[in-house]
């Protein structure tokens, strides 16, 4: 892909729309000249530097590879905000601010609400309800502590007030309890040919995969989640788009009540819950 003839911004992006889709060329070359989606509209004869364009090849040849390009850009939106993101965590998804908005549906009007993120990643579920319900108190736990470090930095970029702790789900957290619980966990079978095909085959395995069904985490946390759910807590779990009838199986027979499915803009439903009834 040596293209030295080379010089000017709509050159590049001429070029790169050749071997990735247009949106990406565009956000790639934004990224490394730092300019926006206008600029480059407006001044396609502007020079592109030697520094630049060679920056600027080799993020094109890593995404024709396959490479996310979110973790090329180093950061992805969710509810509005910018997280820094590399392969040590999950790519936020659109499907999971669904999460988000069932915690602000049940508790915007709770001051100082005490709630639990388990398995944080970035921190994009933390740091959002931190910065979006009523003084909360937040614990971010993750098992990974490369995840912590990536969910640390987004908290300190956001101004979020969130506590993180390195913890396999519950193990780590005593007797304390929540009034509300999310958890968006691995829920991919181990053998889904999906874990091989785009995106899916960068991120990390153990943030994906979940068992011969994809519901082992799903078992270990509604298993768990009583003996750190205040009586009339909730907890609120992403799954896959056909697990919401086991999903909510577990929680009947863990002891929940008003238990339902809700469903993304998809149509898929997409996150499970209840209540806690003590």
């Avoid at 915690?103 to 990643?121: I, M, R, Y």
């Avoid at 931190?130 to 003084?135: F, P, T, V």
Wanted: aromatic share 8%.
């Amino acid at each position: 892909m040596n293209e030295p003839s080379i010089t000017n911004l709509g050159e590049a992006l001429a070029w790169a729309r050749k071997i990735v889709p247009p949106a990406e060329a565009r956000l790639l070359l934004r990224h490394v000249c730092r300019q926006s989606a206008a600029h480059l509209a407006a001044w396609p004869e502007e020079a592109l530097p030697p520094p630049q364009w060679d920056a600027f090849r080799a993020l094109v040849a890593r995404r024709a590879e396959g490479e996310p390009v979110a973790y090329l850009l180093g950061e992805r939106e969710f509810y509005g905000r910018n997280f820094l993101v590399n392969s040590r965590v999950l790519i936020p998804r659109p499907e999971t601010e669904l999460l988000v908005e069932l915690a602000l549906a049940h508790f915007s009007h709770v001051p100082h609400l005490k709630a639990l993120d388990l398995g944080t990643g970035s921190g994009v579920l933390a740091i959002t309800l931190a910065l979006e319900l009523d003084h909360p108190r937040i614990v971010a736990l993750d098992w990974s502590r490369e995840a912590l470090k990536v969910a640390m930095t987004n908290a300190m970029r956001h101004a979020a007030n969130v506590s993180f702790l390195c913890s396999d789900w519950f193990t780590g957290l005593g007797r304390e309890t929540f009034q509300l619980i999310v958890a968006n966990p691995p829920y991919v079978a181990e053998d889904d040919p999906h874990l091989a095909l785009g995106d899916l085959r960068y991120e990390p395995r153990r943030a994906l995969a979940a068992g011969a069904s994809g519901l082992s985490e799903l078992t270990a946390i509604v298993a768990g989640a009583g003996r750190h759910l205040q009586p009339g807590g909730w907890l609120f779990m992403e799954h896959g788009y056909d697990q919401s009838a086991a999903v909510r199986a577990l929680l009947a027979d863990a002891g929940f009540a008003d238990i339902a499915s809700w469903q993304d803009l998809a149509g898929i439903e997409r996150a499970s819950g209840g209540r806690w009834t003590g």
